[in-house]
């Protein structure tokens, strides 16, 4: 959904929060795989707390708020196609947001990609042929290609999950990316970084587990156009926030698709 162009009133105000830290951008296991998918320096996230409490129904209010915030315009940064980090730079005038579902609270999502073919019992990945890429596999396939046998062995609303994104994104990395033999990297990977992403509360009276966060896929634009996460529509340059309601907590998970690692 796409926000108005006219005059707008900040419904919250933001702070950062710098000592906020995400294990898995100092896991040296993780930043070694980082590497090899070339988004080592390229993946980051940023913490903020807000002032006012939040409910999904106001998610476009919320983001336009975030960027338009003196105090986020000063600390955010994207990474330019030639791969230096710069500020936000000119103003943003709208957003588009998408809610995204997260739900899950396991890694059952991920059952069925051990009992359809493309993962061998010993975990690793059945390759393809393909056309365009001689070093396919049937986990890719299963992922980009609609008319693939395998593409809704995870179910369409399942698809579209959090975790399954997070999932994703992972696999098919950044250009130079080095894609993995075994499947465990990239499962294991994806529990790390949602494990840290995503806040969760235990129902006292059924005892079941559920999670609290709201996730928003964002994008911003200026007077120019698009400009966060990027000039380009690139399915692998995103920026996710994921919102603890009950702390007043945002977290800006963002990436920007290139070759590899940048100096932060």
Same mark, same amino acid.
């Given at each position: 959904m796409?926000?108005?162009k006219h005059a707008?009133?900040?419904?919250?105000?933001?702070?950062?929060?710098?000592?906020?830290k995400f294990?898995?951008?100092?896991?040296?296991a993780?930043?070694g795989?980082?590497?090899?998918?070339?988004? =080592?320096g390229r993946?980051s996230v940023?913490?903020y707390?807000? *002032?006012?409490?939040?409910y999904?129904?106001?998610?476009? *209010?919320f983001?336009?708020?975030f960027?338009?915030?003196?105090n986020?315009?000063?600390?955010?940064?994207?990474?330019?196609?030639?791969?230096?980090?710069?500020? &936000?730079?000119?103003?943003?005038?709208s957003?588009d947001?998408?809610v995204?579902?997260c739900?899950?609270?396991s890694?059952?999502l991920?059952?069925?990609?051990?009992?359809?073919?493309?993962?061998?019992?010993?975990?690793?990945?059945?390759?393809?042929?393909? *056309?365009v890429y001689?070093?396919? *596999?049937?986990?890719?396939?299963? &992922?980009?290609e609609?008319?693939?046998e395998?593409?809704?062995?995870?179910?369409r609303?399942?698809?579209?999950e959090?975790?399954?994104?997070?999932?994703?994104?992972?696999?098919?990395?950044g250009e130079?990316?080095?894609h993995?033999?075994?499947i465990d990297?990239?499962?294991?990977?994806t529990?790390?970084?949602y494990?840290?992403?995503?806040?969760?509360?235990?129902?006292?009276?059924?005892?079941?587990?559920?999670?609290i966060s709201?996730v =928003?896929k964002v994008c911003?634009?200026?007077e120019?156009?698009?400009c966060?996460p990027?000039?380009?529509?690139?399915?692998?340059?995103f920026a996710?926030?994921?919102?603890?309601?009950?702390?007043r907590?945002?977290a =800006?998970?963002?990436h920007?698709?290139?070759v590899?690692?940048?100096? &932060?």
């Amino acid at each position: 959904m796409a926000g108005e162009k006219h005059a707008f009133e900040p419904s919250f105000s933001f702070s950062p929060l710098p000592s906020k830290k995400f294990s898995f951008l100092h896991d040296k296991a993780t930043l070694g795989l980082f590497m090899k998918w070339s988004m =080592l320096g390229r993946i980051s996230v940023q913490a903020y707390s807000f *002032d006012q409490s939040f409910y999904p129904y106001n998610s476009q *209010d919320f983001t336009l708020s975030f960027f338009r915030d003196p105090n986020v315009a000063a600390m955010l940064r994207k990474m330019e196609a030639w791969g230096a980090w710069v500020p &936000l730079g000119i103003p943003v005038v709208s957003v588009d947001v998408e809610v995204v579902p997260c739900t899950k609270v396991s890694m059952e999502l991920f059952d069925p990609i051990y009992s359809c073919g493309i993962v061998r019992p010993c975990g690793r990945i059945v390759g393809c042929l393909h *056309d365009v890429y001689p070093d396919y *596999d049937e986990l890719r396939q299963m &992922l980009q290609e609609e008319d693939s046998e395998h593409y809704y062995v995870v179910g369409r609303e399942e698809r579209g999950e959090f975790l399954f994104r997070l999932f994703k994104h992972l696999c098919l990395g950044g250009e130079l990316c080095q894609h993995e033999d075994a499947i465990d990297p990239y499962i294991n990977t994806t529990k790390q970084i949602y494990k840290d992403l995503i806040s969760v509360q235990k129902d006292p009276e059924i005892k079941e587990i559920s999670v609290i966060s709201t996730v =928003l896929k964002v994008c911003a634009y200026d007077e120019h156009g698009r400009c966060y996460p990027g000039r380009q529509d690139e399915e692998q340059t995103f920026a996710y926030m994921i919102i603890d309601p009950f702390k007043r907590h945002v977290a =800006l998970l963002y990436h920007c698709y290139g070759v590899g690692d940048v100096s &932060l």
